[in-house]
């Protein structure tokens, strides 16, 4: 499926719950096959309440399938979201397969699953997608130079690829939609995106990134690519991404709400 192979090692995770509550609208449960992730994605929230340093060390959860068996016993069937955490399809699943059984059990069960990834090992999955009512796939991208992003994914696949998913998840039935995530501010090219994505995806959704503390483990990476790669915007990027009220997310959102409803684009924006 060509994920990148550059894999940290595998340990076992403390035994904890599986299905978690999940706050996302519309999921009472999400669940992640993994504590961590490979993907190395610098800016991402959930690194800010990381257990480990992922670039060497990813968790895999004791005896998955049998406590998730269990797990789910006490639970009525809906759907369960993967991905909120981790990514369900980092370059681990290729061998240690959790993300497929957790599926597998779900449709067992007649439950159905909504699931978030950079990868198109999903596209291995398709089978079991198909055969639930109502799942979905979203596939997020931020940027449209391969060079670029590569200083903030350091392990993920191309964007070109990433779209190509979406096209062949929704050539199968299976619900879609693209998240442009995060917006960074001169980095991100949001626009050639946006006309990538059109008719890719059943909807697309727009996020900035999101600091809520400057002491962020994340905030902090992506200030560090910035005064290595990008000196000259550093200083903009930082007055744009602290103020939400910035001119610049305002005329964005102005302008990405007018060409979803001139167009017909199911586009939802948050920024």
Same mark, same amino acid.
Request: with cysteine; charged share 30%.
């Given at each position: 499926?060509?994920?990148?192979?550059?894999?940290?090692?595998?340990?076992?995770?403390?035994?904890?719950?599986?299905?978690?509550?999940?706050?996302?609208?519309?999921?009472?449960?999400?669940?992640?096959?993994?504590?961590?992730?490979?993907?190395?994605?610098?800016?991402?929230?959930?690194?800010?309440?990381?257990?480990?340093?992922?670039?060497?060390?990813?968790?895999?959860?004791?005896?998955?399938?049998?406590?998730?068996?269990?797990?789910?016993?006490?639970?009525?069937?809906?759907?369960?979201?993967?991905?909120?955490?981790?990514?369900?399809?980092?370059?681990?699943?290729?061998?240690?397969?959790?993300?497929?059984?957790?599926?597998?059990?779900?449709?067992?069960?007649?439950?159905?699953?909504?699931?978030?990834?950079?990868?198109?090992?999903?596209?291995?999955?398709?089978?079991?997608?198909?055969?639930?009512?109502?799942?979905?796939?979203?596939?997020?991208?931020?940027?449209?130079?391969?060079?670029?992003?590569?200083?903030?994914?350091?392990?993920?696949?191309?964007?070109?690829?990433? &779209?190509?998913?979406?096209?062949? %998840?929704? +050539?199968?039935? @299976? $619900?879609? *939609?693209?998240? /442009?995530?995060?917006?960074?501010?001169? &980095?991100?090219?949001?626009?050639? %995106?946006? +006309?990538?994505? @059109? $008719?890719? *995806?059943?909807? /697309?959704?727009?996020?900035?990134?999101?600091?809520?503390?400057?002491?962020?483990?994340?905030?902090?990476? @992506?200030?560090?690519?910035?005064?290595?790669?990008?000196?000259?915007?550093?200083?903009?990027?930082?007055?744009?991404?602290?103020?939400?009220?910035?001119?610049?997310?305002?005329?964005?959102?102005?302008?990405?709400?007018?060409?979803?409803?001139?167009?017909?684009?199911?586009?939802?924006?948050?920024?």
């Amino acid at each position: 499926m060509g994920n990148p192979t550059e894999v940290p090692r595998i340990s076992v995770a403390s035994e904890r719950p599986l299905l978690v509550f999940c706050s996302l609208p519309g999921f009472e449960y999400q669940l992640d096959p993994y504590v961590g992730c490979g993907h190395r994605c610098h800016y991402c929230y959930v690194l800010n309440q990381a257990e480990t340093d992922w670039s060497e060390e990813i968790l895999v959860h004791p005896d998955f399938e049998k406590r998730l068996r269990e797990e789910l016993q006490d639970v009525r069937p809906q759907k369960i979201y993967l991905g909120y955490f981790t990514d369900p399809y980092q370059p681990c699943e290729s061998d240690l397969r959790q993300t497929r059984t957790a599926l597998e059990l779900l449709r067992e069960k007649g439950f159905s699953a909504s699931l978030l990834t950079k990868s198109d090992m999903v596209l291995r999955d398709r089978d079991i997608l198909k055969e639930m009512v109502d799942s979905n796939v979203s596939v997020s991208v931020a940027f449209d130079d391969h060079g670029v992003m590569r200083l903030f994914e350091g392990n993920t696949m191309e964007t070109s690829r990433r &779209i190509e998913v979406l096209r062949k %998840l929704k +050539e199968s039935g @299976v $619900g879609t *939609a693209a998240l /442009i995530c995060p917006v960074i501010p001169g &980095i991100t090219k949001v626009f050639p %995106l946006l +006309e990538a994505l @059109v $008719g890719k *995806a059943d909807r /697309i959704w727009v996020y900035g990134l999101s600091v809520q503390d400057r002491s962020e483990r994340s905030w902090r990476n @992506v200030q560090a690519i910035l005064e290595t790669h990008f000196p000259d915007r550093k200083e903009t990027v930082e007055g744009i991404v602290l103020d939400k009220e910035h001119p610049y997310w305002v005329e964005l959102r102005e302008k990405l709400v007018g060409i979803g409803e001139s167009e017909g684009i199911d586009l939802r924006v948050y920024l």
